[in-house]
């Protein structure tokens, strides 16, 4: 094929095509639109044009398999080979999880990636789409990148494409289109590579064969493919270790986002009797975990906590030590406090997986976490369910003990954070806006007031200053800091796409362990919401969502 294939479309710009966080995000039909999908790709590329040779990169695609994946796959390998790149990297199938398209660009030396996912969304015609552009460290596009993506998307004009048969997607090999390789390969090799690096897999064999026995729940997303590879065929658990195990471009119906509401099967398997050892659940794109033990659930702040304390110890990757770790701000403060025991820096940062990947390029920042279920190390630049759950195989191989007990002996030693998370979903746009922007109005003067039974020794709208570029994130969340150590934290998330979805976060910490976290958090939960409104503004009595 040559270049007089490519095709010049006229196109117009569409105004609502700015990322958020974690990319753009929206209704699965609104991508279905004409030139929708063609426009975003081809503003990518010119937002990047000045500064990259395209005829010498190589870019990676990939997605969840949600629904409208393939197609969006198709209409990008053509955009990319029509603005020149030398080859395209696309998953077989079109499958690559979120961590493992950050493990392919870093071990490739790609340019960067385009993933097709929603993350924890739902799938299928009526329901969520998105795209996200990785750059060449392997993380989320940082927000300079973003916004530049923005002003293109809003002046296009024009999109180049190629006139060509639809790729093989499910067939591993190399085709020429233009003057680009088209390479679709296994989308297991680069990622299940990286993490062998990491972890004593014989150790973890030998876990299974004393009779320890792991439910993992995919959810129907994309971690089926790699959880049966690693857990199944490599560590040698038994067959039907993994379930839900074969992605589905509708999620099976189900909302692929790994907390106890929806991830309620393998919630109940671990209470059963002779329930397994380990319950462990990711999302759609492989992001996000959830730990469970026969007896509770593990926070995720509480997960990262327990990884900081055993990761030198106990997992060959991170025996050197670590050189420091960092959470987002909302994330409960228990890995402040193995930092400190550790003698390292515990960095706060925004929510938003790019503030770690700039720590981590900078060698200030090993293993990270946030309180969205979201735990990774410098080994990628995103978050990494599957790595969690090796992390603990890892751990549980060399202590050879219970979660529970690993748990509770972490609580004795370091004390516990009573935490949740309760979300408000589909909120009024409008209205939640009003109400956040009021308390930041007032927000500042609300030191010394009496308030759950303690008094305010802190009130702010939490600013970051990045201590790598100097960069400044304003209005990262409401914040407020009791006498007694408590924390009441409100933010709107930038991850839904219909309404507002506020989420409030709890935490108490005291130096015991034992007591049930419903009557530890119940009078913050009350002044939150006098705080927030939330009977008066959105006549909620209850959130939509508790972890």
Known sequence: MTDDSIRIIQTKPFNDQKPGTSGLRKKTRIFEQPHYVENFAQSIFDSLRDSTDFSGEILAIGGDGRYYNRAAIQKIIRIAAANGFRRVLVGRSGFLSTPAMSALIRRRNAMGGILLTASHNPGGANEDFGIKYNIRNGGPAPEGITERIYEQSLKIERYLTLESNDIDLDREGTTILGRTE??????????????????DFGAMQSLFQSGFRLCFDAMH?????????????LLGAP????????????FGGLHPDPNQLHAAELVRSMSLPNAPDLGAACDGDGDRNMILSRSFFVTPGDSLAVIAQHAAECLPGYRSGLKGVARSMPTSAAVDRVAAKLGIRCHETPTGWKFFGNLMDAGLCTICGEESFGTGSDHVREKDGLWAVLVWLGILAVRRTSVDRLVQD????FGRSYYQRHDYEQLDLKSAGEMIGELREKVGKMTGISMAASRIVQADDFQYTDPVDGSVSLRQGIRIRLADGSRIIGRLSGTGTEGATLRLYFERYMAGGDAPIEPMLQPLIAAAGDLFQLKMRFHRDAPSVIT
Not at 240 to 248: F, K, N
Not at 410 to 413: A, C, L, P, T, V
């Open 221 to 233: 997303g994309i971690t089926g493919i790699y959880a049966r590879h690693i857990f199944e065929n």
């Open 410 to 413: 972490h609580w004795r030693i």
């Open 182 to 199: 088209v390479s679709i390969i296994d989308p297991l090799q680069d990622y299940t590579g990286v993490l062998q690096t990491l972890f």
């Open 239 to 250: 067959s039907g270790t993994v379930i839900r195990g074969e992605p589905l471009e509708d």
